[in-house]
């Protein structure tokens, strides 16, 4: 079946760093890479998404890279606030598989 | 629009008996999905409709799970009877997507199931 890893599991940056957070998976048939995020308490959320005829997409401090060949897709975020601390989920083969989650911390 | 709407948003039940979880999908989203959230697993998939048909079930643990979509507007997961492995947070979700399960899947806030 599909593997998807997620690393790194927990993340602390100082406000106003970036952090970086990759994925990769095992299926050659996985098309559509998004990642969610997770407050406490509260359903996932998208935050962004890419196909797989699409190397990057960008959305504010937000950006998504995918790299089809080495099976890869990482979630950056510049400039990082303290209401980015949640948690963050990537998946992949049409969403039937997450990644087990980041846990993103930061630090004002 | 309200979202998905999940109920009950907590749940402590005693082993062996039954629980019902429901799910109201946005009004017009064409696909609902059952997930479920544990520290150990993360995020699995049980079940997805389509058009209130049932298409994939092969994230259901074992028989006690069941899960109907009887209407557009409605489903439920039941677990009977429960045991404590399945103490969880349940989450169903609802799409209106291009292609099968490839667009945003917008989640309700969940199920907090706890079986003692």
């Known amino acids: 079946g599909e593997n998807v890893e997620q690393h790194p599991s927990t993340l602390s940056v100082q406000e106003g760093d970036s952090a970086v957070i990759k994925c990769t998976y095992s299926d050659s048939a996985s098309n559509y890479f998004p990642w969610y995020k997770q407050e406490l308490g509260k359903g996932p959320q998208l935050i962004i998404d890419?196909?797989?005829?699409?190397g990057e997409k960008k959305d504010q401090r937000i950006a998504v890279t995918l790299n089809k060949t080495a099976k890869h897709f990482s979630l950056h975020i510049t400039e990082t606030q303290p209401e980015d601390s949640a948690v963050y989920f990537c998946a992949a083969r049409n969403q039937f598989y997450f990644g087990t989650g980041t846990s993103l911390t930061v630090i004002p | 629009d309200a979202g998905v709407i999940q109920s009950p948003r907590h749940e402590v039940t005693e082993m062996g008996q039954e629980v019902t979880l429901r799910c109201k999908p946005i009004s017009g989203h064409d696909y609902l999905f059952w997930y479920r959230q544990t520290m150990m697993r993360g995020l699995e998939l049980l079940i997805y409709f389509n058009n209130n048909v049932p298409i994939d079930d092969s994230g259901m643990p074992e028989d006690r799970f069941s899960a109907k979509m009887p209407n557009a507007s409605f489903s439920t997961l039941k677990i009977q009877p429960s045991e404590p492995r399945d103490s969880a947070v349940y989450f169903c979700?609802?799409?209106?997507?291009?292609?099968?399960?490839?667009?945003?899947?917008?989640f309700g806030e969940g199920s907090r199931l706890t079986v003692l």
């Open positions: 890419i196909r797989s005829n699409v």
């Open positions: 979700a609802s799409s209106a997507t291009r292609g099968e399960n490839t667009g945003e899947l917008f």
